[in-house]
């Protein structure tokens, strides 16, 4: 059974950057994905990117484009969520989750759903001060 453990979180000033960790445990298909996502008090989960195992493919929601980057070494099983240019808007509880199917991981228009995802980890807190 897959399990997933984030890592990185922390408190930043606006601007900075951070870089969060996912370490994936047991057995990812070829066709798997892994997905990033934050949730904020009050609010709908929002997916932000999806990174492909296969060959490494990265899809990263239009709301974060640009700022944040998604990568992976398979060689650890651990996916990363690189976060520059922070905002306080920024502040939330990080999720990496996974899927085992790439059909339905992002949508044509880069949308990425969290009901489209199987097994989740515990997440991870980030904290953009102004």
């Known amino acids: 059974q897959v399990q997933l453990l984030e890592s990185g979180g922390g408190s930043v000033q606006a601007g900075g950057s951070l870089e969060l960790s996912c370490a994936v445990s047991g057995y990812m298909y070829p066709s798997s994905c892994v997905g990033w996502f934050r949730q904020t008090p009050g609010k709908e989960r929002e997916g932000v990117a999806v990174i492909y195992n296969r060959y490494g493919t990265k899809v990263v929601a239009p709301s974060v484009k640009g700022r944040f980057t998604v990568s992976q070494d398979k060689a650890k099983n651990t996916a990363f969520l690189h976060l520059n240019n922070l905002k306080p808007e920024d502040t939330a509880l990080y999720y990496c989750?996974?899927?085992?199917?790439?059909?339905?991981?992002?949508?044509?228009?880069?949308?990425?759903?969290?009901?489209?995802?199987?097994?989740w980890g515990p997440g991870t807190q980030v904290t953009v001060t102004s």
């Open positions: 989750a996974a899927r085992m199917s790439a059909i339905g991981c992002a949508a044509s228009d880069d949308t990425i759903s969290p009901s489209s995802f199987d097994t």
